[in-house]
Nanobody
Framework: EVQLQASGGGLVQAGGSLRLSCEAS????????LAWFRQVAGKEREGVAC????????LYTNAVKGRFTVSRNNAENTAYLQMDDLKPEDSAVYYC?????????????????WGQGTLVTVSS
């Protein structure tokens, strides 16, 4: 059974940092692109960052470039999203998801499996 477990969310002041983790099980983790998405109630899910199967290529939405870093450790079946210089507009539920392809993408409709979300709240 494919499982993705996101964790690491919380409450942080603007300018602070959080590190999200996504633990995977039930599939060959290094065969999949992994991405982070976020969603605010009443809005569409937004692609934040993704990383290729081999921890090579990465892709970020413009709003987080230079502040967020996506990475993965295939030996530990875990991916990370390091979020620095957080802003109130980064507040959302963050999800990790996987895509069985070598082509990275931030389109949520392309992703096959999703973990449950972890809530990030950034206070001003």
């Amino acid at each position: 059974e494919v499982q993705l477990q996101a964790s690491g969310g919380g409450l942080v002041q603007a300018g602070g940092s959080l590190r999200l983790s996504c633990e995977a099980s039930g599939f060959s983790f290094d065969d999949y692109v992994l991405a982070w998405f976020r969603q605010v109630a009443g809005k569409e899910r937004e692609g934040v960052a993704c990383v290729a199967h081999d921890d090579g290529s990465t892709l970020y939405t413009n709003a987080v470039k230079g502040r967020f870093t996506v990475s993965r450790n295939n030996a530990e079946n875990t991916a990370y999203l390091q979020m620095d210089d957080l802003k109130p507009e980064d507040s959302a539920v963050y999800y990790c998801a996987i895509l069985p392809t070598l082509i990275i993408s931030l389109r949520p409709d392309r992703y096959t499996y999703w973990g449950q979300g972890t809530l990030v709240t950034v206070s001003s």
